[in-house]
């Protein structure tokens, strides 16, 4: 089945800066790829999609990259903010409801004044 | 307001208590699905359903079941609760086509 790595478990960086949180995947007909924020005592939630027939995707501070030959993706966040601290997953599904997905272990991202 | 409830939010019980935790959405969406969130582990898929008495298997469905036998309701069954269970369990819907999963607030189960 599906494998979802994602690095580092941890990341600390100062407000302004940009932060990077990596995911490579193992099945070659995943087609979809999300990513979500956990805040503290919350349920995940979406930040931003991509599928694999997109290369990049951006939202305002946010976005994501696809490289479908080396299996991997990166959410890429500049001008990080205090209130981007949170926990970061990844994610990867395949079919055409991606219904069954499966996420990497996570980020703790860290962002100080 | 758009959202898919659980319930309850905390709940502590003991080896072999059979216990049903719920989860509704109000969003007529045909996906649901449920994880676990263990430190280190991330979210593991328990089970999902892709409609009305549809439903299947995610990577660690052992000791748990489900139904979904109205699409806004998808029930959690412990029939016989251990403590390897105790995790913090999410909800979570989406429409056909994956928009994205929209997941509840979480519930926290201590097995003991």
């Known amino acids: 089945g599906e494998n979802v790595e994602q690095h580092p478990s941890t990341l600390s960086v100062q407000e302004g800066d940009s932060a990077v949180i990596k995911c490579t995947y193992s099945?070659?007909?995943?087609?979809?790829f999300p990513w979500y924020k956990q805040e503290l005592g919350k349920g995940p939630q979406l930040i931003i999609d991509?599928?694999?027939?997109?290369g990049e995707k951006k939202d305002q501070r946010i976005a994501v990259t696809l490289n479908k030959t080396a299996k991997h993706f990166s959410l890429h966040i500049t001008e990080t903010q205090p209130e981007d601290s949170a926990v970061y997953f990844c994610a990867a599904s395949k079919g055409s409801g991606f219904q069954k997905l499966v996420f990497g272990t996570g980020t703790r991202l860290l962002v100080s004044p | 307001e758009a959202q898919v409830t659980q319930n309850p939010r905390y709940l502590i019980t003991v080896t072999g208590k059979k216990l049903t935790v719920t989860c509704s959405q109000n969003?007529?969406?045909?996906?649901m699905s449920w994880y676990r969130q263990d430190p280190g582990l991330g979210l593991r898929q328990i089970y999902y359903s892709m409609n009305v008495e549809v439903t299947d298997k995610g990577d660690v469905p052992e000791g748990y079941k489900v139904s979904r036998k109205e699409k806004r309701n998808f029930p959690l069954i412990l029939e016989s609760p251990s403590p390897n269970q105790t995790s913090l369990y999410f909800c979570?819907?989406?429409?056909?086509?994956?928009?994205?999963?929209?997941f509840g607030s979480g519930t926290r189960l201590t097995v003991v």
């Open positions: 991509i599928r694999s027939n997109v």
């Open positions: 099945d070659s007909a995943s087609n979809y």
């Open positions: 969003m007529n969406h045909e996906y």
């Open positions: 979570a819907s989406s429409s056909r086509g994956g928009a994205g999963y929209t």
